[in-house]
């Protein structure tokens, strides 16, 4: 079964700062989707940055890009420039080729501190 | 053991019918939700409860209707089903309003 794992519960930046979240996934799959969702309070889960397995270069969406290590099965987000909008509930997902459902780690809830 | 489960997993009926998802959470958690993926893989929240009263309803159809028994269940219903309806659907919990979400598997719905 694939699961999705997010090691950090919470992390706390400055302003600016650069931060990165960890997600690793397990799979024996070879074709996947990866996705990093923001929640902020409003609930609704935002897409921020998707990747196909397939690809090797690495997804960018303005000041978020991705490290996609497809050996390593690791997926981490790197937030650029961070802003006090960022800050919010972050869940790396994982999706089948073949499956339309998404799997999510448990979140990383993210403080840009001003 | 599963913390947030949904049946069924995958659901397939003609346009027209009345259906439920139930979903069930066994953290002890207060709010429950209901969220809709659609086609480009956006989460769109439907429904939260809290203690068994409805706190947030986003503009859904009113053929969909929430119901939750306790505070540890909160089923989805589905009148008269349409083509439109075919989506994903996620149950999640959490322990409080604004504390983290703990996602179920998901519901595939087709409806044909």
């Known amino acids: 079964a694939q699961t999705v794992t997010q090691s950090q519960p919470e992390m706390s930046v400055q302003e600016a700062e650069t931060v990165t979240l960890s997600c690793t996934y397990d799979?024996?799959?070879?074709?996947?989707?990866l996705f990093w969702y923001k929640q902020p309070p409003s609930r609704q889960m935002i897409l921020v940055i998707r990747q196909e397995a397939y690809k090797q270069q690495n997804a960018t969406e303005n000041r978020f890009s991705v490290n996609f290590q497809k050996a390593a099965k690791s997926f981490s987000l790197k937030i650029s420039d961070s802003q006090l909008g960022d800050t919010a509930m972050y869940f790396c997902a994982f999706m089948m080729n073949r499956d339309d459902k998404i799997i999510f780690g448990k979140g990383t809830r993210l403080h840009i501190l001003p | 053991d599963t913390a947030v489960s949904q049946t069924p997993k995958y659901l397939v009926t003609q346009m027209g019918n009345d259906k439920s998802i139930k979903c069930e959470q066994n953290?002890?958690?207060?709010?429950m939700y209901w969220y809709k993926q659609d086609s480009k893989k956006f989460l769109k929240i439907m429904f939260s409860y809290n203690n068994k009263e409805l706190i947030i309803n986003e503009t859904v159809p009113n053929r969909f209707s929430p119901k939750s028994p306790d505070k540890a269940h909160l089923n989805l219903h589905i009148n008269s089903l349409e083509l439109g309806d075919s989506a994903v659907y996620f149950c999640?919990?959490?322990?409080?309003?604004?504390?983290?979400?703990?996602f179920g598997s998901g519901t595939q719905l087709s409806v044909l």
């Open positions: 999640a919990s959490s322990r409080r309003e604004n504390e983290k979400l703990f």
């Open positions: 953290l002890g958690h207060d709010t």
């Open positions: 799979t024996s799959e070879s074709n996947y989707y």
